[in-house]
């Protein structure tokens, strides 16, 4: 039988989709600033879930952004990017806690916790500004694209983290 942690990373797949598409790809602050939402779905996901599958999601999560924004796979490239490299950002921030069979993100301490979400979004961002403007001599461009875009998606996706955690306590 197919558990509810299935249903529930259904539904997230599927409402982070339809959110980011139908509202956050139509805001232009400051006209650049798009923050993307969905990578909320790649900090939520359970942790000791199969990789493979993570890593598959996430790549399916990214090509479905693409498909509604025309951006050529971007997306998709950088989610899967971030889904590789999950378990060493969390190695980095969580160090050996993450060891234990026990370890949930909701027992992490709050720094913990957003240090984690800035670098997925940050090296999320990095990838895709990098494949978007593909050029190196405009370095400065990237660099102001993913601060600028990466702090207001941070604060979004913090926002969203408090208002729809499963986990209260």
Not at 12 to 20: D, E, G, S
Request: hydrophobic share 60%.
């Amino acid at each position: 039988m197919i558990n509810t942690n299935f249903f529930i990373n259904i539904l997230r797949f599927t409402l982070l989709v339809l959110v980011q598409v139908m509202v956050f790809n139509r805001l232009n602050f400051f006209g650049f600033i798009n923050p993307m939402v969905y990578i909320l779905f790649l900090y939520w996901f359970p942790i000791k879930e199969n990789r493979v599958a993570f890593i598959g999601l996430s790549f399916l999560l990214g090509l479905s952004i693409d498909f509604f924004s025309d951006t050529m796979a971007f997306h998709a490239a950088a989610t899967a990017t971030i889904a590789y490299l999950r378990p060493a950002i969390m190695r980095f921030v969580f160090g050996i806690n993450l060891e234990f069979q026990s370890f949930k993100l909701g027992n992490a301490t709050k720094a913990q916790q957003i240090t984690f979400l800035a670098l997925l979004i940050i090296v999320h961002h990095f990838v895709f500004f990098t494949l978007e403007i593909f050029s190196f001599s405009n370095m400065l461009l990237i660099l102001k694209k993913v601060f600028a875009t990466g702090l207001a998606t941070l604060i979004l996706c913090m926002l969203f983290n408090t208002l729809f955690s499963v986990e209260k306590e």
